[in-house]
């Protein structure tokens, strides 16, 4: 996980959340942690689209939320601020764990090279320690033709 994508859209577009553009970003960063922000809020109270789009819009979310599709659903205002606290509330907890697993995912990762050098240093002691046992056999052999000839 090292990413956070935030797909945006207008509340105020009879459109809902474009499930294939956020089928596209999983298979692209599968990893990431998706946030779907509905912005314009303020202007929704002077439209007619209103309460049954957002409805539609927020039932969407919910149940790509459901299908682990996306992480998070919010809706904004830019202009009014509405909204701005909770999403920046979030990303700075999303960001600080994604800190904290690439944090220790190098510690593995240095964890995992220390192990691999001690095999391979251990690799070495083995196989140093099969030539001496090689030079001891052929040692031992010598002296038994050694013995032998000299009887």
Known sequence: MSD??????DLNKENLIKDD?????KIRKDDAIIYVVGNKLDKI?????????????R?????LIKQNKINKYFETSCLTGE???N?????????SIIKDVIEKEK?????????IKMIKDNQIEFLNFKSKLRERKKLENLKKIYKYYNY
């Open 4 to 9: 956070i994508i935030i797909y945006t859209f």
């Open 21 to 25: 553009f956020i089928d596209e970003i």
């Open 45 to 57: 109270e002077e439209k007619d689209i209103t309460k049954h789009c957002l409805e539609n819009i």
């Open 59 to 63: 039932n969407q979310a919910s149940e």
């Open 83 to 85: 909204g701005i606290d």
């Open 87 to 95: 999403l920046s509330k979030h990303l700075e907890i999303d960001s």
């Open 107 to 115: 510690y593995k990762k240095l964890i995992l090279e220390d192990r």
